[in-house]
């Protein structure tokens, strides 16, 4: 952080303050945002039929739209067509928010910790609160190969742990 | 956070699913909740008129009232009348606002990596993110201190150092 930055910097509109907290809050401080960045980022759910059946919240179809159209402008996700296929489009994590694994990774332990959290839906934010800042970066760097290079997730990444972690606790349930 | 949970946890409405992120977006995910605790972290104010008068959003009174009832009625602030003076309140943080410390240290180093912050209202974000989890640790410390156990700042704690940071930069600026 204390680096000179070296990328270009996410355009957004001039907002209430420059306070890099408040800036923050002014770009994802809805409930909707980080929502749907965790469904891509946790599910590998790349498309707009896929995060809408999928949703957990069951978010609604406008809502979602919106959100995506919203999180494109702002440099969060990337677009691609689906080769072959002109009307589908692929949503691919940017950089910008393949680090925002750090702050959903607290969203998620303070959650673990504070609210009555569904137990199966947290051992994940679980093993990667506990794992440090080690598993962050091996799994930002696994995002990076997926997002950012358009490999397929390893069999042995973060990911897949994380996958089988939740089924057995699902089993469990 | 592998440790069994030894402390009550927050009152919350049912919500959209029992995933820990979507509860605390759920919870805090809007414009102005994380805001408003800042300056209560981060300001030392506690009273009403003082977190209006100094807000750098210039948040309207109207949301300030809201949302102080919102993180109050949510377990996230604490309401004391002021001694002598039965119409004045004091706002303190709880416990569970305290551990948010570590997820408003990722909102600030977030947004001063990746958005167009100003840089004497960056300061004290990169501080505490550049001074790791002691820092944290030591914040958090501070904090209880005064909002739980209602002690004035020491004049050499964080809140101290990161004001001093914060005066050095506005004279730069």
Known sequence: MAQPVEHEELTVPDGRSGCPINMTMELLGDRWSL???????????????????HSLEGIASN???????????????????????????????TDAAIELVPLIIELGSWGARWLPTTPELTIRAQLLADGGPDVAQRFMDELRSI????????????LAELGAAHRRAVEQA
């Open 147 to 158: 997002h950012l290079d358009h490999q397929p997730p390893a069999d042995n990444g973060v």
């Open 35 to 53: 929502v749907v960045l965790r469904d891509v980022m946790f599910g590998g759910r790349t498309r707009f039929r896929e995060l809408l059946g």
């Open 63 to 93: 809502v979602l739209a919106s959100r995506l159209a919203k999180l494109t402008d702002a440099g969060l996700l990337s677009r691609h067509a689906v080769p072959g296929h002109r009307q589908k489009i692929d949503y691919f994590l």
